[in-house]
């Protein structure tokens, strides 16, 4: 993997830069959509790279090792032959799903022990096995495994399980480097910080992370129910530690504003399932704002859903249409909603990219922020 | 709507044709997708143009009367601009939904008073109002307004709805005939013939139907839980009654074979939920055959679902994966499965219109119907 760092904003940390592996290049900043179990939920690979425009999309170790399993994506030659995404993915540990998903779980120093959620089979993730699972899955860029302390949390227990995270990322570091990937292309791992919301711990999880020196670096166990203000300063002090040649990934965020905000702190990536998961709810992300599309001031509103970012679902469905199918409960809404989302993600992401390179983000920002927050 | 007969098989009474409406062309024998209130369930509008290749979809006159609802899709100019499909629609009459969802239906010689299956909020159907309803859906062929008795039946009953049918027939027209369409292109009225199982009844009600020289005939209250040698005798009966010049459509029919086995006896048009709704419970017709998709002989079947169909879905996605997407509960699965069996029968009824064309689709039909109904 590569990273080439092509900007920096005048007036604040924002970045502009590409990452390239075996399977492309990604612009930064980018949002990459959630497809747990190798699929982005109602969404076409077609869609997602002609309408969507993504230009990388994550899996889950947790969900595919159960599902299909990890004989069968072996076979196929790995996620991107099973699926039939050829653009870049990058997979998550599966230890955040080990705490939210699994029954029975229990945290040792070799690993976790849990129960399938689907069938209630015993496994063991370690450091290594995960590794090597990820190895098979074959994603370009793969998370190590870590501990994700649930929020609100105590000082010690935080403390503890980022010196975990931190003994648990040596052995996957040892694990990666002793091996090799298995279908001719190279993988990358990103280390992961922790430490809840207390600022020492941060700093002490950021040194840790970047001494390490991988390719690229992510924050984890933020936006878990942490006020919003926290999760910044959170996110601005560990970005100032680390490396500015590096990539810098912040998991599981977030809203449109939460993005903009943490772009202007010098974060490059960012996933999550609101886009999606929202969409089967009947929320629609707009250039122009929040539409709850259940609501009755959209029953006859026939114009196009968000004619200006592009895409076929946004200009070429009404509102009214997508209301009557969300209301009447149809399949084709969520389809819809989902595809207009991402869109409308991918398109607020390289609005910024555009924006930093050109030097003037963050007053776009400031304004876009309110635009695209709004209850419309 | 013009029909132009343009060759008849040497060894059956197959028949291929074109249907012309204001809307496009439709060559037939023709299978249209149903799209109950204004979608064909987890499809998208492009998919159905470019991968299935339908000609022709169906809506519903009872769900859109209920939802959108009428004022909705007039404002947007018919149906046609409400869900972005441009080619030709036919709308059912509502009368078997009536029926068959409906709560508290009461049939009186004016109509049929009902309470929906939605709100429980009354309304009254009559041969006048389903003719000004489906005027305002805008569809380029409109049917009827029938009463569809149910299987078995009581001689008495399926004589007396009958000629209840007949004598709204009579209404239908009247109304339809003194009216225009609302959108400023033309609309056909189909008559239905109806009798149950009853030759005498059926033969009764084809030439009645026959008698009232619409632009084309439909084939009501059959694939309702009769075997199938009745439905095949029925649809012969009544075939060969009426006119040659003139499209004949079997409504609600029904898997390959039988569209195969109709087609021999002169039917020019079908629709069924079959395909989409198998689909989302993972049985897949091919060319080949047909698959339960929650088998575990395809979990690691890395081969295309069905490559010489055509379509994307058809040569993109693997069993594997599809299987994984079902079994996993994902939406994606279904709406892979729907588009892969909707693109097969619209390719079936595409190769027995060659056959047709070419004079051997005696021969072939009987190779063929053995082939995709072959469980493999």
């Not at 997979?91 to 945290?107: E, H, M, P, W």
């Not at 292309?185 to 700093?203: E, M, N």
């Not at 202007?264 to 709850?292: E, H, Y």
């Amino acid at each position: 993997m590569k990273f080439e760092l092509q900007a920096t904003d005048i007036q604040s940390k924002a970045r502009a830069g590409i990452i390239t592996t075996d399977h492309g290049t990604i612009q930064t900043p980018i949002f990459m959509p959630v497809g747990t179990v190798g699929t982005v939920k109602a969404v076409h690979q077609r869609e997602l790279e002609q309408d969507i425009k993504a230009q990388i999309i994550l899996g889950n170790t947790y969900h595919l090792y159960l599902r299909p399993k990890l004989d069968i994506i072996e076979k196929a030659g790995g996620l991107h032959k099973f699926n039939g995404w050829s653009r870049s993915i990058l997979t998550d540990s599966g230890g955040y799903q080990v705490y939210s998903l699994a029954a029975n779980r229990k945290i040792k120093e070799e690993g976790v022990i849990f129960q399938s959620h689907i069938d209630g089979s015993k496994h063991l993730f370690t450091p290594e096995n995960v590794m090597d699972i990820q190895r098979t899955i074959g994603a370009d860029i793969i998370m190590a495994f870590d501990e994700c302390p649930p929020y609100p949390c105590e000082y010690q227990y935080a403390k503890n399980s980022m010196e975990l995270t931190h003994r648990w990322l040596r052995r996957c570091c040892e694990r990666f480097d002793s091996t090799e990937g298995k279908y001719g292309y190279s993988q990358t791992l990103f280390p992961i910080i922790q430490g809840s919301t207390f600022k020492d711990l941060r700093v002490q999880s950021a040194e840790t992370i970047a001494s390490f020196e991988r390719e690229g670096n992510a924050i984890g166990g933020l936006s878990v129910g942490e006020p919003v203000e926290e999760m910044y300063a959170m996110t601005e002090l560990v970005c100032d530690i680390l490396p500015k040649d590096k990539p810098r990934y912040l998991m599981g965020v977030g809203t449109p504003a939460n993005i903009l905000e943490a772009i202007t702190l010098g974060v490059d990536m960012f996933d999550c399932v609101m886009p999606t998961r929202n969409a089967r709810n009947g929320m629609i992300f707009t250039s122009q704002g929040i539409l709850n599309m259940k609501n009755e001031k959209w029953k006859d509103d026939l114009s196009p859903l968000d004619p200006t970012i592009g895409g076929y679902v946004s200009t070429f469905y009404s509102k009214a249409y997508l209301r009557h199918l969300i209301v009447s409960g149809e399949l084709l809404g969520g389809q819809i909603a989902s595809i207009q989302n991402l869109t409308f993600y991918l398109w607020l992401v390289r609005q910024a990219r555009e924006h930093i390179l050109a030097g003037d983000y963050r007053t776009w920002k400031d304004y876009m922020v309110k635009q695209v927050m709004q209850r419309l």
